[in-house]
């Protein structure tokens, strides 16, 4: 689900963003937003945006790196995320964005052909018939297995994490970050072009994967491994290909996450050295010596973080960082760029406003919401009261047991009749205690799981209002400069 | 002969560039538009219709309508970039060099 709504929010950035981008910026999307306004808290504030972005979203990838190493080698946590975070900062210190690149295409290639393989293979069991697969996974689980959307209880929850994916995709500073890096337009819209081929392919290899390790596999083997299914595919590999097409698999794992950890590093690098150092202590006079240098100890800084935080979220489900980055994202970074470029009277105070509203708006939000401020602040008492239903039901289990193997053939019909009612008490007073357990349940401050519809609505809003109580002339003349820009390029040769 | 060069103020004015702009907010916002009605029109349906999209393609298959969607709804959003693509490179680029010539400038 989430790579298909991506391959929406790519071709979104394509329609809206991907020229204005290109045109207007040279490494940050703070060039962007501050184009036309005071450089200074536009920085700043952006900065901010960029670097909780990158460092939540690094930390979900530095833990899944460190659990898969673990699996595959068998090393200790610790030393995986250690190496992990080791490579990663002499990868971008010694060899820098043109290496990035290199990663992100070959690691793309390496996904692609295993992957097809994989479902090569898998699908050789069937005869190539998709048919088939789904016949013989009907036959093993049953028809709710093939119905899509299992995940989605609630249609405003289904649509406020539709909205934050698709918008934060286009908001994710390493994602626009790629704008930049490609020679001119034409280059940036056939990568994209590319991009979401890739994804949508990529999108259907995963479904028959999915299906494929549920039939070959099983789903009981897979989940016991780890409960979040992540290790599907490598267990795929291991039955259909055996040891080496496992390791092989894992391999291409290790370089896609790595490819992903470069390039939050380089967006963090950026943010950090040409937004905060350059244009925010700086003023914007500093020499192109002086931006390395400082994005080099910026590399180095983040990988020592990413190293602690990700040690210090050993063990724990990461997926949450994940939806928060993007919620981040959506409401931080893609409300005050989409205005920047859109809306001629957006102010300094709105863009600023706007983008703080939508970074502490996600995350207050996200912290109250089911999957933090039940699953892990009160992990202790909602793990208690899921026992303590499980207790009360398998009790009544072992009761009606007892109860149903003393009706035997020669009882009169009255005495059988007296044990079901004494069945269904139990059934009814069993019904009563898990009602008061589940009022102990822990419960949420805030409903939705995704905080994206409010977050973004609200930085939208923040910067209209603040934009339209405090007018700014001089933005508003400079917007049709930045209009032809925008549009036509000319001056972005400069 | 030589046409006379625009200034950037005057550019501004510009008949050209104002079609120019208006045309390409034009496209964008259809384009956009399309993407997020193909991609919420299949979230309502898993939302709201669940059975509709539970439905076997025929009696005795597997395969419910769910999935050739799904598939279709892949292959239509990335027909969309293509035909943006398109339109960018072959149509918005030419009247940018329009614009650009005029100016004087690259």
Known sequence: ?494 | MEKKKLSKAEILEDEDFKTLVKKKNLVSMFFTFLELILYFGFVGLIAYNKPFLSQKISEDSAITIGIPIAVLTILFSWLLTAIYIFWANSYYDNDVKKVKDKIGGR
């Open chain 1, 1 to 494: 689900m989430d790579l298909f709504i991506q391959l929406v929010g790519l071709s979104d950035g394509l329609f809206l963003i991907s020229e204005p981008l290109r045109n207007l910026g040279k490494y940050t999307f703070a060039d962007v937003v501050s184009y036309r306004l005071k450089q200074r808290p536009i920085r700043a504030a952006a900065a901010a945006g960029s670097l909780i972005v990158v460092i939540t979203y690094l930390v979900a990838q530095m833990v899944g790196a460190g659990t898969l190493i673990r699996l595959m080698f068998g090393l200790p946590f610790e030393i995986a995320i250690i190496i992990t975070g080791g490579l990663m900062i002499c990868y971008v210190l010694f060899w820098g964005i043109v290496a990035t690149t290199w990663v992100q295409i070959i690691k793309a290639c390496l996904l692609l052909g295993g992957a097809t393989l994989l479902v090569v293979l898998t699908m050789l069991q069937f005869g190539f018939s998709y048919g088939e697969l789904f016949k013989k996974v009907e036959y093993l689980y049953s028809q709710k297995f093939l119905e899509p959307g299992g995940l989605v209880t609630n249609p405003l929850d289904a649509f406020s994490l539709g909205l934050a994916l698709m918008f934060g995709t286009a908001g994710l500073p390493h994602i626009l970050m790629r704008f930049f890096t490609v020679p001119d337009v034409k280059a940036a819209r056939k990568s994209v072009f590319y991009a979401t081929g890739f994804i949508g392919y990529f999108y259907i290899l995963t479904v028959t994967i999915g299906f494929g390790s549920a039939v070959l596999v099983g789903q009981d083997i897979i989940k016991g491994i780890d409960a979040g299914g992540n290790m599907a595919a490598p267990l795929l590999a291991e039955v259909i290909g055996g040891n080496i097409f496992l390791g092989f698999l894992s391999a291409v794992a290790f370089a896609t996450i790595f490819a992903v950890v470069a390039g939050l590093t380089l967006a963090w690098a950026s943010a950090f050295s040409h937004d905060l150092y350059v244009g925010v202590v700086r003023k914007g006079e500093a020499s192109e010596i002086d931006e390395v240098r400082v994005a080099k100890v910026a590399t180095i800084g983040l990988g020592i973080t990413a190293i602690l935080l990700g040690i210090l979220f050993k063990e724990q489900n990461v997926a949450f960082l994940v939806g928060l980055a993007f919620a981040i994202a959506a409401s931080a970074n893609f409300p005050a760029l989409i205005m920047s470029l859109m809306w001629k009277k957006f102010t300094t105070a709105g863009a600023v406003s706007s983008i703080i509203t939508g970074l502490t708006v996600a995350i207050v939000l996200l912290i109250l919401s089911p999957t933090v401020w039940v699953d892990i602040v009160h992990k202790e008492q909602k793990l208690a009261v899921e026992k303590k239903i499980k207790g009360i039901e398998e009790g009544l289990k072992a009761k009606i047991y007892e109860l149903e193997k003393q009706k035997t053939p020669d009882l009169k019909q009255e005495q059988i009749t007296a044990i079901t009612m004494v069945i269904d008490s139990e059934k009814r007073n069993s019904e009563k205690l898990k009602k008061e357990a589940k009022a102990e349940m822990p419960q949420p401050i805030f409903p939705l799981r995704n905080p994206g519809i409010f977050s973004m609505a609200a930085a939208f809003f923040i910067g209209i209002f603040v934009s339209l109580i405090s007018p700014d002339k001089e933005a508003e003349k400079k917007y049709s400069t930045e209009k032809l820009r925008e549009y036509t390029g000319i001056g972005a040769e400069d």
